[in-house]
Each structure stands twice: as C-alpha cells, then as structure tokens.
C-alpha cells in the first residue's frame, strides 16, 4: 500500500497525471478513510518536493513543531501559535510551519505578522534565526510550490483531503517532534503510526471531545504518543492538572490584531484565566514531546514560571527584534 500510495503522489506533485484523474484519486482516499501507510507515503512525497532549510544536524534532531490541522471551527485566538512563541524560552527550538488563514479568522502567519514579526525571510535566514534565538516561522505557501498543481483541485471539492493532514506533517526544516492538533480522534492512531515510519523522534497526536484540533480547557482531550518506537493512547483531564473547566467561549479571539494582542497579553504575564489556562496545558504536553519535561504538571509549572518572570516576554522581544534584523 505504501509503495503504491507513493507512486500516485509522485505523479500528481510531478502533474503528470490529469487534474481530473487526480482528483478521482483524491475523494477515493477519503470515501475510504486515508490509512497509516498512505498518509506516510503521501507526506513523504510532499517533503520530497519542499524547499528546505539547510540546518546543522544536531540542530535538526532538537527541532520541533507546534501545528494543527484548522477545521475545528472553534473560533479560538491562536493557539499553537502562542504556545510556539513561548516555548524558546524553555530550551526549545521551534520551527513552526504555517500559513494564512482559510477556515478561521487569523491564520499563524497573520497573527505573527500582526505581531510584528517579518516573515519573508529566505531559508538561509530562517536557518540563521533558528540558531540564533530558537524560533523560526516556515511560511507554507513559499516552501511547497508543487502545491500548485494541487490547489485547484482541492478548492472544487466540498469537502477536506488527505492535504488537509499532510500540511502538519511535512515541515521544510526536517522537524522530527511534534505536537499535532487533529480535526477527528478518529486519525490520531493513523497519524501517529505514519509519522513512525518517517524518522520521527517524538510525537502527539490530539483531538479534543468538544471539537478542538488543540489540548481543550473546557473537555477531555484524545491523545496518542510516539516515544520510544511505541504508540500509546491516553486522555488529558485539565482538572487533573488543577486547572478549571471553561466554557469554549473563554477562549474566542477574533482578526490578527485581536488574537495578537492576546498573545502578547499571555505572554507578558497580563492574562489569566481560560485563556492562560490553555496555553499551560498546550506548552506543558510540547515540553514532554520535546523531553523538557517529565510530564505534564511539570509542564505546566514551567510554563507558568517563565511567563510570571518576564522571561517569555523578552523573548518574544528577541524574535521580533532577529525577524526584522536578519
């Protein structure tokens, strides 16, 4: 199945088969449900045709990616976003892969500009600023030209593709951590199994009950772990980590400019609540994918350590300053 899958990718990113016949394959896929071996295959492929950062090795192997798959239709301001922002402060090295916005008001890369972020850097230079301050935005739409082959196609369809779980996954920096946001709990397993057989180090994959491609405050949260070549599933409570149940609608943001002045609101330490809650329990489940931390509640203490001693907003100074810089 792999094998074949990899070849029908390789015709359609090289468009050596019809829009039409592409297509067909395409809903196919998802009449079918996308399997393990095929969403590997299929991200595999995609990687293959991206434009990369050149990046030291041992670089590399620390790098790690916040995203999710959209769809969830929660309205939320941005959330791994934030949670990528915050993480350099914490020893770690993010390369977040993203775009504009298509099912929500503010895409990653409309609320990072809006914060002032430069994101038209050149890979040489978002290699550079991955060395030099531990962030890095990796904007979609310059990285994977092939997709131009592929975007009509996608855009005369009603309903999602297998593209809609690829983008996650095929991070140009060569990230081998992830913490992923899924639209269904029903692709967490297969998620997680594809990324097995493509050299991943550590992984998360989460769906929350109530609808969020993100770890939720206001319900459980479905999970599967990649750690140590083995998969295991488990349910996230927040009230387990001490942290209260929020309505959904605690977490609403709105444009670019609304969802980056609440980014900037948590990370300077203005912000409680719900809003602060998420972003804790969201960095601590990346610091145990990025084995910073032992487990969550530690996480979750380490996150709020750094915003409560200004170190995550200096940060946040020093990714802006290094983006416009460079």
């Known amino acids: 199945m792999f094998e074949v899958a990899k070849k029908r990718f390789e015709d359609i990113f090289k468009n050596r088969i019809s829009p039409e016949d592409a297509k067909k394959y395409l809903v196919q896929l998802y009449e079918k449900g996308e399997s393990a071996e095929e969403i590997a295959a299929a991200t595999e492929v995609m990687r293959e045709h991206s434009i990369k950062l050149i990046i030291p090795v041992a670089l590399r192997d620390q790098l790690i990616d916040i995203v999710g798959t ?17 993480l350099p402060s914490l020893g770690c090295s993010v390369a977040k892969h993203g775009n504009r916005a298509v099912t929500s008001n503010s895409g990653s890369a409309d609320m990072l500009e809006a914060l002032g972020i430069n994101l038209s850097l050149k890979p040489d230079q978002q290699s550079k600023m991955l060395q030099e301050c531990g962030f890095a935005f990796l904007f979609a739409i310059n990285h994977h030209p092939a997709m131009k082959y592929i975007m009509p196609i996608r855009r005369s369809l009603d309903h999602r593709t297998i593209f809609n779980i690829l983008g996650p996954l095929t991070n140009p920096a060569g990230a081998k951590k992830y913490l992923i946001g899924v639209f269904s709990d029903e692709f967490l397993n297969r998620i997680i199994v594809g990324l097995s057989m ?10 929350s009950r109530d609808g969020m491609d993100e770890i939720s405050i206001s319900d459980i949260t479905y ?13 996230i409570d927040p009230q ?28 300077k330490g203005e912000e409680s609540g719900a809003k602060l809650d998420i972003i804790l329990l969201n960095t601590a489940m990346a610091l145990v994918v990025d084995e910073k931390a032992r487990d969550i509640k ?8 750094i915003i409560v001693n200004k170190k995550a907003f200096e940060k946040l100074q020093e990714i802006i300053k290094v983006s416009n810089s460079i």
């Open 70 to 86: 959209g769809g969830d239709k929660s309205n939320s301001f941005n959330i791994s976003s934030t949670v990528s922002l915050l």
């Open 198 to 207: 493509l050299d991943t180090k550590n992984a998360v994959a989460v769906s």
């Open 223 to 235: 999970a599967t772990i990649l750690k140590d070549n083995r998969t295991t599933d488990f349910v």
């Open 240 to 267: 387990e980590y001490g942290l209260k149940l929020a309505p959904k609608e605690a977490i609403v943001g709105g444009n670019a400019q609304e969802n980056a002045k609440i980014t900037y609101s948590i990370l």
């Open 298 to 305: 530690e996480g979750i203490e380490m996150a709020r350590e």
